[in-house]
């Protein structure tokens, strides 16, 4: 059975992806290895041979990303830029996970594999060169973008609104900013899915498959833990002081590519992890 091999899997969907296949896939996390330990991954990959490399490794602070810039580009850039040069001649296929965050958000309505991307962080400018370059310099590669992941991780927005609902303290949620939220459970399966199907040299949209604004995700939230007695509480973006700017609409959907795989709903979704809480 081919092998894949799974980079940076100590985040939601590494732990996701952990539950859902067999021995076939080889998972290594930033304390086993480094993403930028070159010399490291090169052995490592000449021993394993894998025939995909799935890398989950990403500098995801996007406020950090502001005053971090080195570091957000040496993590989510320069570690591509080394590993698309190894395997290139290799034929293993490089599998990234991409943003939203690559759009400004100024589109209004669903964006398309090839509308074109104007990020408004330097996060979101990190995924847009890596993509450029995953584009320009391999003939073999998937890119996956999503959006707004969530799990019952405890860094997961999910997780900090479950604590404050059932601290029942109360809430505050933007209206006027719309994504499409994605359960680090489908976003797996997806993965799973598109290497299974040998699809290649494409670039994937991928969510719930449903638009939210934050405050309708957590009123969502909320009357799944019907018991707290913490208020909904409208916001803006304008009221935000966030040191990156965020496209206030990204919603992705699901690409055609990925229509016939059954998607669990958000609300199930909740569901399942609020019962870990």
């Not at 479950?162 to 719309?178: A, E, Q």
Request: proline fraction near 2%.
């Amino acid at each position: 059975m081919s092998k894949v091999l799974v980079l940076g899997s100590g985040g939601q969907v590494g732990t996701e992806l952990k539950k859902i296949t067999g021995k076939n896939y080889i998972f290594l996390n930033k304390k086993k290895i480094n993403v930028n330990d070159y010399k490291k991954i090169k052995k490592i990959i000449k021993r394993i041979r894998p025939k995909v490399i799935l890398n989950l490794a990403a500098f995801t602070d996007v406020d950090g990303s502001e005053n971090n810039m080195w570091n957000c580009l040496n993590t989510n850039y320069l570690s591509t830029v080394n590993l698309v040069s190894f395997i290139k001649k290799k034929r293993i296929l490089y599998f990234y996970i991409s943003s939203d965050y690559v759009f400004d958000g100024k589109k209004k309505n669903k964006y398309g594999e090839h509308d074109i991307k104007r990020p408004l962080n330097f996060y979101g400018f990190s995924k847009s060169l890596c993509e450029d370059y995953i584009i320009k310099n391999s003939d073999n590669y998937i890119i996956l973008r999503t959006s707004w992941v969530y799990s019952a991780n405890q860094s997961s927005f999910l997780n900090k609104i479950i604590i404050k609902l059932k601290k029942n303290i109360n809430v505050y949620g933007l209206t006027d900013s719309f994504s499409g939220p994605t359960s680090a459970f489908n976003l797996s399966n997806a993965i799973v899915y598109i290497i299974k199907k040998k699809i290649k040299n494409k670039i994937l949209h991928f969510s719930d498959g449903k638009k939210f604004s934050p405050y309708q995700f957590i009123a969502l939230i909320k009357k799944i833990f019907s018991k707290s007695k913490s208020k909904i509480k409208k916001n803006q973006y304008r009221n935000l002081n966030f040191i990156a700017k965020r496209p206030q609409y990204s919603y992705l959907g699901i690409s055609k590519k990925l229509q016939k795989f059954k998607v669990s709903s958000t609300e199930n979704e909740i569901k399942k992890y609020a019962k870990n809480f």
